[in-house]
């Protein structure tokens, strides 16, 4: 499967907890961005990596969330002490830096906070 | 910032009809305009896109017209079929950054 990868599909955790969830990008795609879905609502931009480097945060993204790129591949989301309002589906996308702005969609990973 | 109004939220109509929806941004400099079709329980998935230097783009039974002195843009589904009922996303770039900004979505349903 060359398109974009999550990991776990589905995260359910205690208020308090931590989680953390991984995105692949497709290959060759340098760009890599962050949604989140609630019920009914379009995706929220959350944050967007060019490389390694994080380039843009949305106010959304509190202090408990932490986005990393280490190695210009990869993603990983961190929430902290989760709470039930980050209930959501978190959405992963790349897309290559030329040529446009097609982003294409990882499959998410749906987050439940008891 | 960009923001996207998107309208009908929800569209019934029977197959083989056509089905048109419709959204306004607000940027002026927004040049890229994608549409998505999410299925219930999967990812967005990009089914056409134009760019501000087209009026309209055709794709099979799917089309997108842009009018960039309105401000709007519009995805026409033409002989639709009970596999296009999902919900449409329109969205568009924000002035000067990558992140897209998606309108609030619009549920298709048709009925056979």
């Known amino acids: 499967d060359t398109g974009v990868s999550q990991n776990p599909r589905h995260k359910i955790t205690k208020r308090g907890q931590n989680v953390t969830f991984r995105c692949d990008p497709i290959?060759?795609?340098?760009?890599l961005y962050w949604y989140r879905q609630t019920l009914g609502q379009g995706p929220e931009f959350l944050t967007y990596f060019q490389n390694e480097a994080q380039l843009e945060k949305s106010r959304l993204l509190s202090d408990r969330f932490s986005a990393e790129r280490p190695k210009g591949s990869f993603s990983t989301l961190e929430i902290q002490r989760t709470e039930q309002g980050d209930s959501a589906m978190y959405l992963c996308a790349s897309s290559l830096a030329r040529g446009g702005n097609e982003q294409f969609f990882g499959p998410g990973t749906r987050l439940t906070v008891l | 910032g960009e923001n996207v109004e998107q309208h009908p939220s929800t569209l019934s109509v029977q197959e083989g009809d056509s089905a048109v929806i419709k959204c306004t941004y607000s940027d002026s400099a927004s040049n890229y305009f994608p549409w998505y079709k999410q299925e219930l329980g999967k990812r967005p998935q990009l089914i056409i896109d134009i760019r501000s230097n087209v009026g309209e783009k055709k794709d099979q039974r799917i089309a997108v017209t842009l009018n960039k002195t309105a401000k709007h843009f519009s995805l026409h589904i033409t002989e639709t079929q009970p596999e296009d009922s999902a919900v449409y996303f329109c969205a568009a770039p924000h002035t000067g950054f990558q992140k897209l900004v998606f309108g609030t979505g619009t549920r298709l349903l048709v009925s056979p």
């Open positions: 290959s060759e795609h340098n760009r």
